[in-house]
């Protein structure tokens, strides 16, 4: 099972950027999905959650507004739309597979993890 993230990159502070996260292998399509981030120096934290059929989103405090988590189940991807960036939004992001069909915000119920895409946001 392998998730590749990607769409990371520099960014000046309140543009926007796209991540994707691709699942080869099997399909997620009947797992809820998150986004999970991790700054320099700081603990990993999450980020956004969707459901399985993409009826139900959660999203962390700090992005909320600004980032929208959808997906596409016929192509097994995730997407991240992340708009008015800020320089704290500086980190390596995550997707993740959880192991229920519903959307959480905890790392816990996630089995399957991709590795990180790097988002730099300048100020």
């Known amino acids: 099972v392998q998730l590749q993230a990607s769409g990371g990159g520099l960014v000046q502070t309140g543009g926007s950027l796209r991540l994707s996260c691709a699942a080869s292998?099997?399909?997620?399509?009947?797992?809820?999905m998150g986004w999970f981030r991790r700054a320099p120096g700081k603990e990993r934290e999450f980020v956004a959650a969707i459901s399985w059929r993409g009826g139900t989103t959660k999203y962390a405090d700090s992005v909320k507004g600004r980032f929208t988590v959808s997906r596409d189940n016929a192509k097994n991807t995730v997407f991240l739309q992340m708009n008015s960036l800020k320089p704290e939004d500086t980190a390596d992001y995550y997707c993740a597979a959880g192991r229920w069909p519903y959307s959480s915000n905890r790392s816990d119920d996630y089995t399957y993890w991709g590795q990180g895409t790097l988002v730099t946001v300048s100020s």
């Open positions: 292998r099997r399909t997620f399509s009947n797992n809820g």
